[in-house]
């Protein structure tokens, strides 16, 4: 049964497989191009779009039929599939009431407010009014909620420019520019050089032979090498658009799911065709990919949007909350406990002595009314001690963080002037966890390294060339020219070093507008290729029989017999070339260890080129070793039988065809060495080696090569030579458990204490050390290691492991990266960094921060920080000290009312105490005080660790402030009862009312909490002082004019007259000097005391800075301290170790230089193929498809 249901050009086909009962289930749909009206359907996608729907396939199936889909080509349909347009933000229009509000009440100051707000609202309970609590929450919120639209609308800009890249779509028979967002399951799209693929694509065809094209997957899985990826031969023609408006037939493929190295589906190129033929991986162009090295590539769209396997590797935006938060959290809890204590406590004492006076005083009215009950009288003074929690704390942390997140933005220090780059700070309820991470999970590729290979260091028969301090992009060492040029004793050995890295390669020249470059699928290639040409050894020509180099002027051709592949296993490749004289070579280069394993006998160069490898290994290089032997025509001959027949097994073709390498690599001459740097970023080296000294731990989590990984491990200072290699490459479940717990015997202590060993994992392992049952086993390894490299690892793996250490070790983590395959890892740290790279801004948008390259780490973490955890820590004390200090009043003067329920201040004098007496000192703290440079804190990252340590904000502290803030209470208000109550206030014999109590007592309040903030904070700025002073002039201003106003302002009747009361007291201004003289000398003591006695590192420096010292001295006394402790541990620990060796340990020694050299493994076609591919001497006919 054909059902069609016509919507606005589209054409929607129930599969005539699935029954009319399941319909509703079905998948297994036909998506065809409706020819023209492209122009409706894509307005039917965006107001489709606009209105909020999104339509997703089911995911429960019936039936083995119902988990495809199928997509016919030259028809169009978008039923049941997702569009192309991405959303990374945190809200949309539907959700960001609810998400708002859940974020909000997470915090149980508000919902603490609400209750009250709520409680206000019952008629003769409230003292304080109905609104004093509904209004100012209500701001609260409203100021809250634009910093997230403002934040989230940012998110959203960012993903608009995503969604409105353009790509060239096959529409209406033509070629038409469309926006990513508009592309749909089905198109048919073309992707040109260095364009990233919008969407999960088939590959059809390419401008290159064969179908073949070059991407470069660096976005996806860290891997810097390119791939290559074919098309299959039946749609290799379709070059140009009568081809493509010929083509028919349908593509069967899986539902979406999100495992990148996986694809299965078939194709039928005719609608009339019954065979399929298969489709996998080396067909599948993933979201996010970039095309390189390939002219243009012709694709199918088979998976959109968040159904493209790159967005489902990613997560939704989480609700993070900072440490900070989660204590003030749970203090909050806690004394909202003490406020209820309180309440309960108040209305016992209410109801006895109610019970015990109400028949003793007539004039209480209690024969007219009776009391009210227990409960009411409850409720009462839960509303009167409810300002104990600070109401206007949220909205004051809301605004000095956006203050704080403003600062971050305009640092001039981590502007990026090449990219136009500035930090940017996503969200700013996070600053203060930038002061308080011992985590780091770093991705490696466009993160620490810049994704470019330069040639470097050389060593010819024994000669050193190049300069580590030479950073030129040109290789050039006029010494190397000279002794190549004027015939010295090793000029035949420079001539075959430069020949070998013409010719020893799989690198394909191309011609542009008369400019020659290279496509290397390897960039070490690209690297010695380069390399070659800036020395007068140009590769010029490649043909399926010949290649053709440029040596000053002469042309060389060599003749390719045979390509012997790198892998990972054989660490080497090898060519075999026939010269113009018919003489025969094996020219092989890679790593030191199977170079010399496979050398002949009395090598003059040996010990000189290995000195030499080991010092450019130190420096950091890439290293690969270079070595030649010339055969015999018969050898050859003899050997070429044996390869082929190698070639052709049926069984075991891989192993024959390494025995048969073996048999003609071998007796080989040493050359020489070259050293490629992978440049790593700007200040990378010395930003690890200061995140370390702060005592954070560094992960670098890589979808690299274990080779490259830890070559950038030496290279970043992540690993010294010194350091001992832990490198786990199991192959099952068991011997991952037996080796994890070995080394955990050998290297694990229960002191916690950390051992200078690197533990190296690739993803394998890590699926096994994932597993349930191990987990914990890994971890415990992990947190042992000074530093820890996980290899090919999926952008999920990345993600497992910060939840790992996140959910047990209990520590702030931070993730860092720059592509997608980053974003699930950003976003399940604690803090999350985005690289706004060249990998595009798909990690910078799911980031809480944005930074142009990895070494402003260091001054967002330890300045930025450091400064805003403490900054915050201060605010949320200072806070709740003054607001303890003031309304905890009320309780001492319960104890003189009789329980009464009374308010010793007027409600609006109560109102303002928040909101503009004792409103600066706060966003003084939080926004200019700090106690060292900003030099200092990147000097001296030791300074780091009393923030990581959470030492200014912790439980402890938190009820120190809060008990001390109750002494002062108890200091300010019996202090001023003491003196009223021996002596009538005034001459005339008046003693006042019980406002002029409470205004006198709140003026000598707002006193003393202006001078603890000043004693508090560091620096004495004019912000500070500004801060100080008006909190007490403005009271005294607002008291002057309040007291005068009534009756023009009829609420101010109970204040009348009462400035003039207070003012003209003699007891007031005696008490304004001894009340905060007595109060605060305590503090005083204290503090000069501690600093004294018990000096923190920070002191010291402080005053080492006050005083214009150099504080390294300081420091590095601190360290001397430090590391004897750490010494005696170690000794304890090794004093309990097993001896290594013997046991069947594979702990690796110190390795001074890895090799360099990366390109895809058992890729869809080898790489000899690859090059027999190509003829460069012929004009391609399909550079430019029509």
């Not at 004039?363 to 600070?390: A, C, E, M, V, W």
């Not at 015999?632 to 082929?644: I, K, R, V």
């Not at 406002?995 to 903030?1013: I, P, Q």
């Amino acid at each position: 049964m054909a059902d069609f249901a016509r919507l606005d050009g589209l054409s929607v086909q129930q599969d005539p497989c699935i029954s009319p009962a399941a319909a509703t289930d079905a998948v297994c749909l036909e998506v065809r191009f409706a020819e023209g009206d492209d122009k409706q359907s894509s307005n039917w996608f965006s107001s489709f779009l606009e209105e909020g729907v999104h339509i997703h396939e089911r995911s429960s199936r019936s039936h083995d039929d119902n988990t495809s889909r199928v997509i016919s080509f030259r028809h169009l349909h978008t039923t049941d599939f997702l569009t192309n347009r991405v959303n990374t933000g945190k809200y949309t229009y539907l959700t960001f009431v609810p998400i708002f509000l859940y974020e909000q009440f997470r915090r149980y100051a508000n919902i603490f407010f609400l209750f009250i707000a709520l409680l206000q609202q019952i008629p003769g309970v409230s003292p304080t009014g109905r609104y004093t609590t509904l209004v100012p929450l209500l701001f609260i919120l409203f100021v809250s909620a634009v910093k997230e639209i403002i934040e989230d609308f940012k998110r959203h800009n960012a993903d608009v420019e995503v969604n409105n890249r353009k790509v060239q779509v096959y529409r209406g028979q033509k070629w038409m520019k469309r926006a990513w967002q508009d592309v749909c399951v089905g198109d048919i799209v073309k992707v040109e050089r260095d364009e990233v693929f919008p969407a999960d694509l088939i590959l059809l065809a390419s401008s290159e032979p064969q179908a073949m094209c070059y991407i470069e997957t660096a976005n996806l899985d860290g891997e810097t090498n390119l791939k290559i990826r074919q098309g299959l031969p039946q749609t290799a023609h379709m070059t140009n658009c009568q081809e493509l408006y010929n083509l028919s037939g349908s593509i069967e493929c899986q539902l979406p799911n999100r495992h990148i190295y996986e694809f299965v589906g078939n194709v039928k190129i005719k609608e009339e065709a019954t065979t399929k033929i298969p489709l996998g991986p080396n067909q599948l162009l993933l979201r996010g990919a970039t095309l390189k090295n390939t002219h243009w590539i012709h694709g199918v769209v088979i998976y959109t949007g968040h159904e493209s396997k790159l967005l489902m590797n990613s997560r939704s935006a989480p609700l993070k909350q900072s440490m900070v938060d989660k204590t003030t959290n749970s203090q909050i809890f806690y004394l909202f406990f003490g406020l209820l204590t309180l309440a309960l406590i108040s209305a016992i004492a209410q109801q006895a002595w109610t019970n015990k006076q109400k028949f003793n005083h007539w004039y209480l009215g209690y024969q007219d009314k009776k009391p009210s009950n227990f409960f009411y009288n409850f409720l009462t003074f839960i509303i009167l001690y409810n300002n104990l929690i600070p109401i206007s704390l949220p909205v004051t942390l809301e605004l000095v963080k956006f203050g704080q997140a403003l600062f971050i933005n305009s640092d001039i220090e981590m502007y990026h002037e090449d990219t136009d780059t500035p930090a940017q700070a996503r969200t700013s309820n996070l600053n203060d966890e930038l002061g308080q991470v011992k985590y780091i999970f770093s991705d490696k590729t466009g993160t620490l390294t810049c994704n470019m290979m330069q040639f470097r260091r050389c060593s010819i028969a024994g000669i050193k060339y190049g300069s580590a301090k030479d950073n030129s992009p040109v290789f050039s060492d006029p010494q190397l020219l000279q002794n190549l040029s004027e015939k010295h004793a090793s000029s035949a050995h420079i001539r075959m070093f430069l020949t070998m890295l013409a010719v020893c390669h799989t690198v394909v020249p191309e011609r542009e507008h008369g400019k020659l470059s290279y496509q290397a699928s390897s960039p070490d290639e690209g690297a010695l290729v380069k390399a070659a040409n800036d020395l007068g050894f140009v590769f010029t020509e490649r043909t399926p029989e010949y290649v053709e180099i440029d040596v000053h002027g002469e042309v060389e051709r060599y003749y390719i017999l045979n390509v012997l592949e790198f892998t990972s296993q054989r660490k080497r490749m090898s060519t075999i070339v026939r010269t113009e004289d018919g003489r025969i070579f094996v020219l092989c280069k890679g790593a030191d260890t199977v170079i010399y394993d496979r050398l002949g006998k009395d090598q003059e160069f040996k010990e000189s080129t290995l000195q030499h490898l080991e010092e450019f290994a130190s420096e950091g290089l890439r290293t690969l070793c270079f070595a030649f032997r010339e055969v015999a025509q018969d050898e050859y001959d003899e050997w070429s039988a044996t390869f082929y027949k190698a070639s052709t097994a049926l069984k075991d073709r891989e192993a024959k065809l390494e025995e048969a390498a073996e048999l003609i690599e071998m007796n080989f001459m040493l050359i020489g060495s070259s050293a490629i740097e992978d440049k790593l970023q700007e200040g990378v080296p010395e930003t690890i080696a200061t995140l370390l000294l702060a005592d954070i731990r560094i992960w670098v989590l890589t979808g690299d090569k274990q080779e490259t990984a830890i070559n950038i491990g030496y290279a970043s200072h992540l690993i010294n030579q010194n350091m001992q290699l832990l490198i786990m490459n199991e192959d099952s479940l068991d011997q991952t458990r037996d080796r994890l717990r070995m080394l955990i015997d050998e290297y694990v202590d229960p002191s916690g204490i950390q051992n200078e060993v690197s533990l190296i994992v690739d993803g394998k392992t890590l699926i096994y050390a994932l597993d349930f049952s191990l987990r914990k086993d890994f971890l415990e390894l992990a947190i042992c290691c000074k530093s820890v490299i996980c290899c090919r690892v999926s952008p999920m793996q990345k993600s497992e492991l910060v939840e790992l250490v996140k959910q047990n070790v209990h520590a702030v983590t931070l993730a860092i990266g720059d592509g997608a395959n980053d974003v699930s890892m950003i976003q399940a740290a604690d803090v999350g960094i985005g690289i706004s790279g060249n990998e595009g801004l798909q990690a910078a948008n799911s980031s809480d921060y944005s930074i142009a390259q990895f070494r402003f780490l260091k001054k967002l973490m330890l300045v930025h920080g450091v400064w805003s955890y403490s900054r915050i820590s201060k605010l949320i004390l200072y806070s709740f000290y003054k607001n303890i200090c003031l309304y905890i009043m009320e309780f001492w003067f319960a104890m003189m009312n009789g329980w009464s329920g009374q308010i010793l201040f007027n409600r609006w004098c109560i109102a303002f105490y928040n909101v503009i007496f004792t409103v600066m000192p706060p966003f003084a703290i939080g926004l200019f005080d700090r106690n060292i440079s900003a030099q200092s804190m990147q000097r001296f990252p030791q300074l780091y660790k009393p923030s990581q340590n959470a030492k200014y904000f912790n439980t402890k502290v938190f009820w120190m402030w809060t008990v001390n803030s109750i002494i002062h209470s108890l200091l300010i208000f019996w202090i001023s009862i003491g003196a009223l109550h021996q002596d009538a206030a005034f001459k005339s014999g008046y003693t006042g009312d019980y406002l002029f109590v409470g205004n006198m007592v709140y003026t000598y309040v707002v006193v003393v909490v202006s001078l603890k903030a000043g004693l508090e904070m560091e620096a004495w700025s004019w912000p500070v002082h500004f801060s100080l002073w008006h909190g007490f002039l403005s009271w005294l201003t607002f008291f002057a004019i309040y007291s005068a106003c009534f009756p023009v302002f009829p609420s101010a009747g109970d204040m009348s007259g009462e400035s003039h009361m207070v003012f003209s007291c003699s007891i007031f201004w005696m008490l304004l000097f001894l009340i905060p003289v007595a109060v605060l000398m305590r503090d005083v003591v204290w503090k000069a005391f501690c600093r004294t006695m018990f000096k923190t590192l920070a002191q010291e420096v402080q005053e080492a800075e006050i005083d214009h010292i150099d504080p390294t001295v300081i420091i590095k006394k601190s360290v001397s301290k430090r590391l004897n402790e750490t010494s005696r541990l170690l000794g304890r620990l090794i004093k309990r170790k097993k001896p290594v060796g013997g046991g069947g340990a594979e702990e690796h020694e110190p390795t001074a230089h890895g090799y360099a050299f990366s390109q895809e493994e058992h890729g869809v076609i080898t790489q000899s193929e690859v090059i027999r591919a190509y003829d460069t001497t012929k004009q391609p006919h399909n550079v430019v498809s029509s």
